[in-house]
């Protein structure tokens, strides 16, 4: 469905986008993930028509974006980092303008309130755009690329700004719109990714870092799993009681942080459940645990590690060189 | 294109921009048209009117241009035309349109001045028609200039101050060629003067160089203005 192929772009001397190659099939949602300022709205903007790539292709469907940009262009729906939204216009004033824009055929206002039904437009349908909270300005940024039914929606960062439950709402509109549409959307928060993208490409200064199933990319990263215990009972004791168990590879003390438990920061083996024989030797020695909770893998983690495993590849290639 | 002419158009008459244009243009005309007509009791020096005309829009004519892409950058709405449908040269058709537009029909709302003088006396239409023709190509190619100006920054104040500077220019000419010592230097800048083109119609005939060199001017600005956007995306 969208095929890139060696996309690079140089800003005067800065290169942008380095040789980045990806896929995204028919009806995925792919999750393009980077830190701020790594090439992923560069990259949409070239697949989208905006910027034009110094090297490499975009095609849409088969169709190439400088080749053929107004066909491409009409399979693309494209929310910005910034909603481009005319201020002074109201919510049915500017759709109605987008359909003219994208020269669109089928019966207008039927098109237009089904539009406004899935992203729920309904209550400030003929309220000036100025006017709208964030949360429903996104949504008209939504409804802006829904129109005209285009195969291909493109989201740059859609749930930057908003409040939690505004959060909530968009992602569950896009995992629902994912069910017709193929989606490349591009955030920078990882539990985003892990809650609505099939696959996930990430990216880190311009270049492809990796390209996996949202699973495979979460388990490979995260071998390791780490989690937060509070116990109660004699400190080094228990660090010994534990440090032997099968399966926990460290243990290390955070130290007092109720009135009576400790908290240990607990390390299992890579891809090992150390839950189970934690508990039973807790509850043999009769020192209760009064809290667990896993440690949420945070972008910075995947990054460290993507990256890390980047540099050493590169120099065992080169290793492998001389 | 017709999406983009038709929003351009509205754009105007929502905020207060096409109000004031429409409202400085008859105003300023009719104080001047007053001047020249109808306190000299005469039609002689109708010309002159339509000279000093041809000068007041290098204030009138930036207010017109100043906002149609420099606020579209600023607002980022550019990228929702730029990624649409919509070929380069439509986009910005669509926006030259849409100010040529307003102008026309100001122009055309100015033009009952004209009615006045028949009610008096008897003007020579031939003229008063040729002066109309020759001042709305003026302004045509004044707003193609405002519009590329205005494509260059995303300010619009800063597109106005350079709009107002490059026309003031543009009419300028006229009164600094005699000072060029040089002369063929003073036929080059002649055959590029604005106003000098112009002198023509003031005698009351048609000149077609002059009309066929007010539309290039038009078409060349609202090319490059083509170009500008063109450049941007590769750089």
């Excluded at chain 1, 437009?121 to 940024?141: A, E, F, H, P, T």
């Excluded at chain 1, 660090?239 to 399966?247: D, E, N, Q, R, S």
């Excluded at chain 2, 002159?48 to 241009?65: D, G, S, W």
Aim: aromatic letters at 10%; one cysteine or more; charged letters at 20%.
């Amino acid at each position: 469905m969208i095929e890139i192929e060696h996309l690079t772009k140089v800003f005067g001397t800065t290169k942008a986008v380095d040789d980045v190659t990806f896929r995204v099939e028919e009806g995925e949602i792919m999750g393009f993930l980077g830190p701020n300022g790594a090439g992923k709205s560069t990259t949409m903007n070239i697949l989208t028509g905006y910027l034009s790539a110094t090297s490499g292709t975009c095609r849409v469907n088969g169709v190439d974006i400088l080749e053929n940009p107004l066909e491409a262009k009409r399979n693309i729906g494209f929310l910005p980092e910034l909603p481009p939204l005319y201020m002074e216009m109201t919510v049915k004033e500017y759709l109605d303008f987008i359909y003219d824009l994208k020269g669109c055929t089928f019966p207008k206002t039927q098109h237009i309130k089904e539009i406004c039904d899935v992203v729920k437009l309904g209550d400030v349908y003929n309220r000036l755009i100025g006017n709208l909270s964030k949360g429903y300005k996104q949504r008209v940024g939504i409804a802006q690329a829904l129109v005209g039914n285009p195969r291909v929606l493109i989201f740059d960062e859609p749930t930057v700004g908003l409040d939690p439950k505004q959060i909530i709402d968009i992602r569950n509109l896009i995992r629902m719109l994912g069910r017709e549409h193929t989606i490349i959307l591009s955030t920078h928060i990882l539990p985003e990714v892990q809650a609505v993208c099939d696959r996930i490409v990430v990216i880190n200064k311009g270049k492809l870092v990796a390209n996996e199933k949202t699973e495979d990319l979460v388990t490979a990263v995260d071998g390791s799993r780490k989690m937060i215990a509070k116990i109660v009972g004699p400190e080094e004791e228990v660090v010994k009681a534990l440090g032997a168990v099968a399966g926990i590879r460290s243990v290390s003390v955070l130290g007092k942080r109720d009135t009576d438990s400790i908290s240990y920061l607990v390390e299992s083996e890579d891809r090992v459940d150390a839950r189970k024989p934690l508990f039973y030797t807790l509850a043999s020695k009769g020192w209760p645990l009064v809290g667990l909770e896993g440690m949420e893998l945070s972008l910075e983690d995947i990054f460290i590690r993507l990256v890390s495993d980047q540099k050493k590849n590169a120099r065992n290639r080169k290793g492998g060189e001389n | 294109m017709f999406a983009i002419y038709k929003r351009e158009l509205r754009a105007y008459f929502v905020t207060p921009l096409g109000y004031i244009f429409c409202g400085m243009f008859l105003l300023v005309s009719g104080l001047l048209f007053y001047w020249t007509t109808l306190a000299e009791q005469s039609t002689e020096s109708l010309s002159e009117y339509f000279l000093y005309l041809v000068m007041m829009f290098a204030i009138l004519i930036p207010l017109l241009t100043m906002k149609l892409l420099a606020d579209d950058r600023r607002i980022k709405t550019e990228q929702l035309l730029l990624t649409a449908p919509v070929s380069l040269t439509g986009m910005v058709m669509g926006k030259y349109l849409a100010a040529l537009t307003i102008y026309g029909c100001t122009f055309l709302v100015n033009s009952f001045n004209f009615v006045l003088l028949y009610l008096y006396g008897t003007p020579n239409t031939a003229a008063i028609l040729a002066n109309i023709l020759g001042t709305f190509l003026i302004g045509a190619a004044f707003i193609a200039v405002g519009l590329f100006l205005s494509s260059l920054t995303q300010s619009q104040l800063i597109a106005a101050v350079s709009s107002i500077g490059v026309i003031v220019a543009m009419l300028l000419l006229f009164f600094v060629i005699e000072y060029v010592p040089y002369a063929w230097l003073r036929s080059v800048l002649q055959w590029f003067s604005v106003v000098d083109r112009y002198l023509p119609f003031m005698n009351q005939s048609l000149s077609i160089p002059a009309v066929v060199y007010y539309l290039s001017l038009a078409a060349l600005f609202v090319f490059l203005t083509v170009r500008v956007y063109d450049k941007r995306r590769w750089s």
